[in-house]
């Protein structure tokens, strides 16, 4: 399995943002598909994780705010994320478990004040 994220970038505070993460390889609906992140400094930590026919899961920093959602047809799972804050600004990591952990390349979200 590989993953490709792409959306990352610089946006000011209250802005928004949207990540993408294409999977190719052994990835079915009942694979779990998400998105974690990390800060300077700081453990990588779970934004939101989706699988189909269940309801997504979110941290609770973000709940409210970003929405996560999955195109089966393109193995795709994308990140949509409102009401940026300073303290979102962290390089985002997508996430596949198909039978073991899969990670993509990491991509950078900063949110200026």
């Known amino acids: 399995v590989q993953l490709v994220e792409s959306g990352g970038g610089l946006v000011q505070a209250g802005g928004s943002l949207r990540l993408s993460c294409a999977a190719s390889?052994?990835?079915?609906?009942?694979?779990?598909m998400g998105w974690y992140r990390q800060a300077p400094g700081k453990q990588r930590e779970l934004v939101a994780t989706i699988i189909s026919g269940n309801a997504p899961n979110y941290a609770g920093s973000v709940k409210g705010r970003f929405t996560i959602s999955r195109d089966n047809a393109k193995n795709t799972v994308y990140l949509q994320m409102n009401s940026l804050k300073p303290e979102d600004t962290a390089v985002y990591y997508c996430?596949?478990?198909?039978?073991?952990?899969?990670w993509g390349q990491g991509t950078q979200v900063t949110v200026s004040s």
């Open positions: 390889g052994s990835i079915t609906r009942a694979s779990t």
């Open positions: 996430y596949v478990w198909a039978l073991r952990d899969y």
